[in-house]
Nanobody, 123 residues
Framework: QVQLVESGGGSVQAGDSLRLSCAAS????????LAWFRQTPGEERQFVAA???????EYTDSVKGRFTISRDNTKNTVSLQMNSLKPEDTAVYYC?????????????????WGQGTQVTVSS
């Protein structure tokens, strides 16, 4: 049984930092990218960042220079270090896994999702 279990999140002030972590289990993930998406009420899940086992990293433009995704292939974990947080970063953040080769920015490409963790940034 595949599981993605997130930890971290919470409520912070603008300019603060948070770190999200996700532990993946239940199958080998070498042929999967691990990613973070986020969702606000009434909106679709939006891509934030992705990491491949070979080392590639991608980010959505709005978080470049502020967020860093890291992946530990031996532990099947992925983390998202979020610095200089802004109120517009407020969302539920989801850990995700999708097969390599798919369009990683699209939520429809995701095979497995975590349960989500709330991040709230106050101005």
């Amino acid at each position: 049984q595949v599981q993605l279990v997130e930890s971290g999140g919470g409520s912070v002030q603008a300019g603060d930092s948070l770190r999200l972590s996700c532990a993946a289990s239940g199958r080998p993930f070498g042929y999967y990218f691990l990613a973070w998406f986020r969702q606000t009420p009434g909106e679709e899940r939006q891509f934030v960042a992705a990491a491949w086992s070979a080392g590639a990293r991608e980010y959505t433009d709005s978080v470049k220079g502020r967020f860093t995704i890291s992946r530990d292939n031996t532990k099947n974990t992925v983390s998202l270090q979020m610095n200089s947080l802004k109120p517009e970063d407020t969302a539920v953040y989801y850990c995700a896994a999708g097969q390599v080769g798919r369009e990683y920015r699209i939520s429809g490409s995701i095979d497995y999702w975590g349960q989500g963790t709330q991040v709230t940034v106050s101005s």
